[in-house]
């Protein structure tokens, strides 16, 4: 498989079932059809090289991961605009920017809290009882 002129193809797929242009780095205008008749402008907001990772991290094909595109374009909720990249996959959005998972966001919390780490790794049996301790290196 030929990983050569990813997102130059990316931009061809798409304009074989719908209008495509790229209207700034690393966001792309596509405008297609819907069942009704209506048309349905979405922005892709993806840089060339997320969809090199895209393409050739989880589908490892250019055809499988473009399919994938579409099926996210039309699948999009009435009210989404956006289909935003993270981690290795298109996610449908209101808005151009994903809101933080709250866990993530109780996780960076934690961690300006507490600088100095927290939690603790074991090995433990199967009936809980801790075995052995990472202990941190002494300062």
């Known amino acids: ?30 405008t297609w059809r819907n069942r009704d008749g209506s048309a349905k402008p979405v922005e892709i907001v993806m840089t060339p090289d997320e969809w090199d990772e895209m393409v050739t991290i989880p589908w490892g094909d250019f055809d499988d991961a473009a399919q994938e595109v579409r099926k996210a374009l039309v699948g999009m909720e009435h009210h989404e605009r956006f ?4 981690d290795y996959k298109l996610v449908a959005s ?8 709250p866990e993530v966001a109780r996780l960076k919390e934690l961690t300006r809290q507490h600088p100095e780490g927290f939690g603790r790794w074991v090995v433990m049996d199967r009936d ?12």
């Not at 209101?94 to 933080?100: G, I, K, R």
């Not at 809980?128 to 300062?139: H, R, Y």
């Open 1 to 30: 498989m030929s990983y050569e002129r990813l997102w130059e193809r990316l931009l061809e797929f798409l304009n074989t079932w719908a209008v495509a242009a790229e209207v700034e780095p690393g966001r792309i205008e596509v």
């Open 83 to 86: 289909l935003v990249y993270a």
């Open 94 to 101: 209101a808005t151009e920017v994903l809101p933080v998972h």
């Open 128 to 139: 809980g009882n801790v075995l052995d301790e990472f202990e941190p290196p002494s300062e």
